[in-house]
C-alpha cells in the first residue's frame, strides 16, 4: 500500500512518510555541527539521561533549520509535503502540525478568527484551552449545555435541537464549537448539527482531539471533515500513535475559515523551535495507520474492544457506557456497583497493576488502544471479576472529578479574567464570581471559568485549593 485509495472504503490512504524519510537520511549522514541542540546529537549531555533515552534518539532531536528537514512556518520541504498528505488522507483542504498539542490549536482557532465580541456558541464541555483562546481573543461567549449522564458523572452528547434553539434565538451568532467525542466516548451528531450550522450561516469548529482514529476504520464515527466542518482538531498523540503533544489542525473541504489568518495565528503562538521528533512522528503515525499493519492494529484495538464489552456482561456488579448513547466503542467506560470511580480506579492500580485512562466520580475510563492486547484484555476482565467478588467498604469520596451542576455565568470570559480580583477561601467564595478558569486535567474541562457564580455545589470539586480568585466587589 503505497500512494492509493483504500478500496473499502474510498479514502486516500498512502503508507509513505517524507518527513521520516527525511530524518533517517539526516542521521544517516551526520554534518559536523555548529548550531542548536547543544547537546550535539546526544555528546553533551548527561550520559544517565542518553543511557535512559537512548543516543538514537537524541540523534534525531532536531528543529526545523535545516534545508533537507524543511520549515513549519511558513511550512516548506520534506515538512509540508507530509501535512499535504495528511490533509488528502483526512478529506481537509489544508492540515498544520502542531507540536505543542491540541492546546495550542484551540488558541490559534480562537485567537486567529474571533474578534472582540464576536458571538460564538461553546459547549460547556469544552477543554479549557478553548476558554483560554476566547479569553484572548474577547469574543462574546454563549453557551450551550451537553445533555448530562448523571448516574456516570459524566456529560453526554449535545442535542442537534438545543443548537439549533440557540442559533435561531441569537443570530448574531457565527461559530458553533464543539467537542466530539466527548473524552469518555460519546458520539453527537455532527451530521445534523453542520446542516443546521449551514442553515444560520453559522461556522463549525470539532474539537475531535478524541476521534483521532476515525478516519482509519468505517467500525467507528465518522469525522466531522466528511460532515462539512470548517475546522477539526486532532490530538494525534492521544490516540493514534504520535508522540506526546503532537497533533494536527485541519480546515475542512470547503472551509470559511482564512488559512493564513490560521497560519498565522499558528506562527504567533506556536514555539519557534518546533520539534522534529514530535512532527515526524506525525507524519508516521499517519502513515503507519494508512498502512496495511497499521489497519491490521486498529482492526485488533476494536475487536479487543468488542470482546471486553461482550464479557463484561457475565462480570457481577459491572455496567458498561453503551445504552443510550452513541459510543465510539473503543473508549470504555465502566462502573462498578458497590464502588465509586476513583476508588476503583485506585484498587486497579494498587492490587492489579492496571492504569487507566481515568476516573471519574462514578466509573472510570478504559482505552482499547493500537498497542493492548487480547491476552492484556483477559487480565482486566479476570481482575474486574476479581473486584467484583470482593467485599470494600465504600470510602468517603475525597476526589471528586466533574461537577453538573448548571452554571450560571454572568460576565465574558475576557473581562471577567481581566477584572480587578482577589483570593477569598473557598467557602466564602460561594456566591461570588470567578475570575480564573479551574480544571481537573484530565478532562481538562472547567468545574468553574471567569464569569461563572461559585455555588456551593462547586465546593467538593475544589478540594486541592485553600482560595479562590473571584471577582473584587
Ligand atoms: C477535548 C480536548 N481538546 C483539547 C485538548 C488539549 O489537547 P493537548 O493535550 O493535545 O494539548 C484536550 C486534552 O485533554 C481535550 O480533551
Known sequence: ??????????????????????????????????????????LGINPRFVNLVGQDVLKIDTTDEFDNLGTLHPSSGAIKEAQEIAAKTYNAKKTFFVTSGSTIANLALAFGLTNPNDEVLIARNCHRSVLTGLIISGAKVN???????????????IEVEDIEEKLRYNRNIKLLWLTNPTYEGVVS???????????YKVNLIVDEAHGSLWNYNDNLPKSALFYGADAVIHSIHKTAGAMTQASMLHLGKNSNFDEIKVAHALKLLHTTSPSLLLLASLDAARANLSSESGQKMLQNAIDNALYFRKEAKNIENLSVLEKGVNIDI?????????????QLEYILEHEFNIEVESASDEGVLILSNLGNTKD???YLINSLKKISDMKFDKIEKKVKIMPLVDPEIVMNLREAYFAPKESVNKVDAIGRISSEVIALCPPGISILLPGEIIKKEHIPYLFNYEKIEVIKE
Do not use: Q
Open 1 to 42: 500500500m503505497a500512494d492509493n485509495f483504500n478500496k473499502t472504503n474510498k479514502k486516500f490512504f498512502s503508507s509513505r512518510a517524507p518527513l521520516v524519510e527525511a530524518m533517517e537520511n539526516y542521521k544517516k549522514s551526520p554534518m559536523i555541527g555548529f548550531h542548536i541542540p547543544g547537546h550535539t546529537r546526544g
Open 143 to 157: 453557551w450551550v449545555i451537553p445533555k448530562k449522564l448523571n448516574n456516570w458523572s459524566i456529560f453526554g452528547n
Open 189 to 199: 451528531d455532527i451530521e445534523k448539527i453542520s446542516e443546521v450550522c449551514k442553515k
Open 330 to 342: 473503543t473508549k470504555i467506560f465502566i462502573k462498578m456497583k458497590h464502588l465509586g470511580g476513583v
Open 376 to 378: 492484556e484484555f483477559d
